[in-house]
Structure formats: structure tokens, C-alpha cells
């Protein structure tokens, strides 16, 4: 699914049978030019986003389990959830 014209688009893949929707894992990043815009828009737009952007020399939990914790999570980058609980990750590239 895409907006007119758009240059990048997203399939939208229904849970296999008997599965549940939603979830705690992360299996989609979006890059971003300006963290800090995009950060503060989600934020202010009431999306469920982690408080703080992960930075060098910051802890964050892992990409697929949030069991595991990142020491050094470079780039920069933040978590956010949608309304069914997914999380995806915003990522600025160096």
C-alpha cells in the first residue's frame, strides 16, 4: 500500500491462522534525515514512542527481543508502537 506517487511502499501481512495480532517484536526500520523532527511529531501526534532517542554511549532494548539490551546503539534511534502494540524502529543513518 502507497500514497499516489509515493517512491516506497509497505505490505500489510495479516497473523497466520490462529495467530494473534500484534506483538512486541520489530521487523521494520524506516530511515529518517531528521530524528529529532520525526521524534517530536510522533510524540505530539499521541503515537506510543519511547521517551528518549537511543544515542551512543545509551542503553536500549534489542530490535527483536526486548529481553536483550544494547549497550551502544549507534545510530541514532527510537521505538515506536502502533494501536495493536507492533513496534517499529526509526533509525538515522550517519
Request: hydrophobic share 40%; glycine share 10%; net charge negative.
Amino acid at each position: 500500500m502507497a500514497p499516489p506517487g509515493a517512491a516506497n511502499t509497505i505490505a500489510l501481512v495479516p497473523p497466520s491462522e490462529g495467530a494473534s495480532a500484534g506483538g512486541d517484536e520489530a521487523y521494520c526500520a524506516f530511515a529518517t534525515e531528521d530524528i529529532e523532527a520525526d521524534h517530536s511529531t510522533l510524540r505530539a501526534s499521541g503515537v506510543d514512542v519511547d521517551a528518549e532517542i537511543a544515542r551512543t554511549g545509551k542503553r536500549r532494548s534489542g530490535l527483536v527481543s526486548t529481553d536483550v539490551s544494547i549497550g551502544d546503539p549507534v545510530p541514532s534511534q527510537f521505538f515506536f508502537r502502533d494501536i495493536d502494540g507492533n513496534r517499529f524502529l526509526i533509525v538515522q543513518p550517519d
